[in-house]
C-alpha cells in the first residue's frame, strides 16, 4: 500500500480496479457458529491455505455496486438491498451460505463511514464496492466447503470506458459462448469471467471495444455484451420501443437493467423484453428501424454501441452516436447517483462519513493504491 495524491490531474486518469480504499470489512462462516458479525479492519493481503477450496475449485461469487457522494458529510449507494439479494442467489446457485442481507447493508455502512471521505466531490466519480463470497476451507474433497469467508473492499473510479456517453464498438463472438442453459450465466459467479477473455481478446484484435455474446444453443440470439446487458430502441418520439433481451437464465439480470427499465416506463417508454437475433439486429439498423443500442452495468452505466462488426462484415448503429432515448436514461439515471433528481423508494442508502473534516477533495487521502 502506499499514499495516492487525490489531484484532479490523478483523478482523470485514474485507472479502473486498482486505487483501493484504506480499508476492509471482512466476516466468516463454520457449520458450528454460521455467519459472525462484519468487522472493519485496514486494507491488507489475506492468508489462505495452498489448499483452499476457492482457489481449487471456484466456489466464489461476488457483486458490484456504486456509492455517490452527498456533499461534505456523506456518501449515498446505489439500491444496496438489491445487490445484496442477488449476492445471496449467486451463493444459493453456488452451494454457498448466503450472507444475510442485513449482514451486507452492515458491511457497506462500516465501509462507506470509514472510506467514503475518499471520495472527492466531483462529478464522473465514484466509489465502487467489491463484496466478495469464497470457500476457504483447506480440502480438496469433491464437495461444498465447510468453511468460508466474506470481505469487501472498495475502490475510487471513474466510468468504466469514458466518463463521457462516447460509443464502443463492437465484435459478435460467433467462437464461444458465456453460459449453458441450467449453468451459472444468471448468477456473479467468479467463473463466469475469465473464459470470457479470449473472446474479449479476439474483439481488441478485431479493433472493437467489446464482444456481444450470442445465445448457447442456437447462437443467433443476441444476450450480452462482455459483462453488461444490451438495449436496443425502435422508433422515436412518441412511438419509441425499448428492447431489451429476456432474462432467460443465460444471462445476468443487471441491477442497473432493472432500473432503467423502470425509468424507460416513467419516461413513457414502451418497454418489451423480447428476443432479438443478430440478423434482426443488422437488418433493422440498416433499415433505420433499431436506431439506438446501449449496454448498461454498474461500472459502464449507461453506454452507446456506435458500430457492430461480424466477422468480415460491420453495420452502423444510427448515427453511430448516443442517441435521444440513450442520452435521456443516462440522464436520468446519472440525476438519481448524483442527487439532481429524486430516487424511487428504497434505491438510495445514505450514510453519514466518519471523519467528515478529510473530505476535501484538494487534500492527499491515504489509499492503498497498488498498481499492478
Not at 439506438?292 to 462484415?313: C, I, L, M, Q, W
Not at 444510427?318 to 436520468?332: F, S, W
Request: glycine share 10%; hydrophobic share 40%; charged share 20%.
Amino acid at each position: 500500500m502506499r499514499e495516492f495524491d487525490t489531484t484532479a490531474a490523478d483523478f482523470d486518469r485514474i485507472p479502473f480496479g486498482e486505487q483501493f480504499t484504506p480499508h476492509m470489512v471482512t466476516a466468516e462462516w463454520t457449520e458450528r457458529d454460521g455467519w459472525s458479525p462484519p468487522r472493519l479492519k485496514p486494507f491488507g493481503d489475506l492468508s489462505m491455505s495452498p489448499a483452499m477450496v476457492g482457489l481449487h475449485y471456484g466456489q466464489v461469487v461476488f457483486e458490484g455496486l456504486k456509492a455517490y457522494r452527498r456533499g461534505t458529510d456523506a456518501v449515498a449507494c446505489f439500491r444496496p438491498a438489491d445487490h445484496a439479494a442477488r449476492l445471496s442467489r449467486s451463493a444459493h446457485r453456488l452451494a454457498i451460505p448466503a450472507l444475510p442481507e442485513d449482514s451486507l447493508l452492515t458491511a457497506v455502512d462500516l465501509l462507506l463511514q470509514a472510506d467514503g471521505g475518499c471520495l472527492p466531490d466531483r462529478p464522473g466519480l465514484s466509489l465502487y464496492l467489491r463484496p466478495v463470497l469464497y470457500a476457504n476451507e483447506a480440502n480438496l474433497a469433491l464437495r461444498p466447503a465447510r468453511r468460508y469467508a466474506f470481505l469487501l473492499i472498495a475502490f475510487v473510479t471513474g466510468g468504466f470506458f469514458s466518463d463521457r456517453p462516447d460509443p464502443v464498438s463492437v465484435w459478435v463472438g460467433r467462437d464461444y459462448t458465456r453460459a449453458a442453459p441450467g449453468g451459472t450465466g444468471s448468477v456473479k459467479f467468479a467463473g463466469n469471467y475469465s473464459p470470457s477473455y479470449a473472446a474479449q481478446e479476439q474483439a481488441r484484435a478485431a479493433g472493437c471495444d467489446q464482444v456481444v455474446w450470442l445465445d448457447p444453443v442456437e447462437r443467433q440470439w443476441v444476450e450480452e455484451l462482455g459483462g453488461m446487458n444490451l438495449f436496443f430502441v425502435r422508433g422515436s418520439g412518441r412511438s419509441a420501443q425499448l428492447i431489451t433481451p429476456p432474462a432467460t437464465g443465460t444471462l445476468l439480470p443487471g441491477i442497473t437493467r432493472d432500473s432503467l427499465l423502470h425509468l424507460a416506463a416513467g419516461h413513457g417508454l414502451a418497454v418489451r423484453e423480447e428476443p432479438l437475433s443478430i440478423g434482426q439486429w443488422k437488418a433493422e439498423c440498416l433499415d433505420g428501424t433499431i436506431n439506438e443500442t446501449f449496454a448498461s452495468g454498474t461500472a459502464a452505466v449507461v453506454t452507446p454501441v456506435g458500430t457492430v462488426r461480424d466477422g468480415a462484415e460491420s453495420w452502423q448503429v444510427g448515427t453511430g452516436l448516443a442517441g435521444p432515448v440513450t442520452l435521456a436514461l443516462r440522464d436520468a439515471l446519472v440525476g438519481i447517483h448524483t442527487g439532481r433528481a429524486p430516487a424511487p423508494e428504497g434505491w438510495l442508502r445514505t450514510v453519514g462519513l466518519r471523519d467528515a473534516g478529510r473530505d476535501d477533495p484538494h487534500s492527499r487521502e491515504s489509499l492503498a493504491g497498488s498498481r499492478k
